[in-house]
């Protein structure tokens, strides 16, 4: 599944018109880096949830044809993140699946990172999988970090006002048995994160490349010289 219902209000005033996931990045729109990434490690359909500016998205997502595209319609009420996926689940079918905010994006290394989730993927002992990045060679972050990771991979949240050595980058695998339970309202995924973390099943797994965070308009430049220098 491709989060891409927010509403943008960091990327002002670019997304008073366009949609934060139509937003070009390297000559692209960034909610295709997400669709290409998982059409590249074999997936074969997404769902895609809207809601601001929904048919602007939906004109676009209609231009492509890997993966197939189900659209998880939110016109009339944003869930965030877990309301969203939570409305979803009976196109995202029982068995556990993929989430990937709609401006996840980063230069790949020598291996598929979706692919390499796939593999780590355990799901006797995770109840969560996260793909997080090192906040040390994050393009265009200057927050405090997210998580600690233990040898084994499992994650635990940064403490107050302390910094952590990795942020969360915008890719997880779940289980969709976590929502049993859950609000039947707006609510985020965090909820489900924290609840993993106190099962001791949230683990991660560190991105191989470089992780662009694209979260204001100023971080578009930095975000595009450093594509243009990978592609040398």
């Known amino acids: 599944m491709v989060l891409a219902a927010g509403l943008g209000k960091r990327m002002r005033p670019i997304t008073a018109t366009t949609p934060k996931p139509l937003v070009e990045v390297g000559g692209r729109a ?56 939570r409305k979803a689940l009976p196109l995202l079918g029982p068995k556990p699946f993929m989430i990937l905010n709609s401006d996840s994006l980063w230069i790949e290394g020598p291996r598929s990172n979706l692919a390499r989730m796939a593999a780590a993927w355990s799901p006797d002992h995770m109840d969560i999988l996260l793909l997080v990045a090192a906040t040390a ?25 302390k910094v952590a050595p990795f942020v969360y980058a915008g890719v997880a695998v779940l289980k969709p048995g976590l929502f049993e339970g859950s609000p039947d309202d707006s609510f985020s995924l965090n909820l489900l994160f924290d609840r993993a973390i106190e099962a001791g099943r949230l683990f991660g797994l560190r991105l191989d490349g470089y992780w662009l965070h694209v979260g204001t308009p100023e971080s578009i430049a930095a975000a595009n010289e450093r594509i243009a220098l990978s592609a040398r």
């Open 30 to 85: 960034l909610i295709d880096y997400a669709l290409d990434r998982l059409a590249e490690a074999g997936v074969e359909r997404a769902v895609v949830n809207v809601h601001y500016l929904a048919d602007l998205i939906e004109a676009h997502l209609r231009r492509r044809d890997r993966p197939r595209i189900q659209i998880s319609d939110e016109r009339d009420r944003l869930l965030e993140t877990g309301g969203g996926v």
């Open 137 to 161: 060679t994050s393009v265009g972050y200057d927050g405090a970090g997210d998580f600690h990771m233990d040898p084994a991979g499992r994650l635990e949240r940064r403490g107050e006002r």
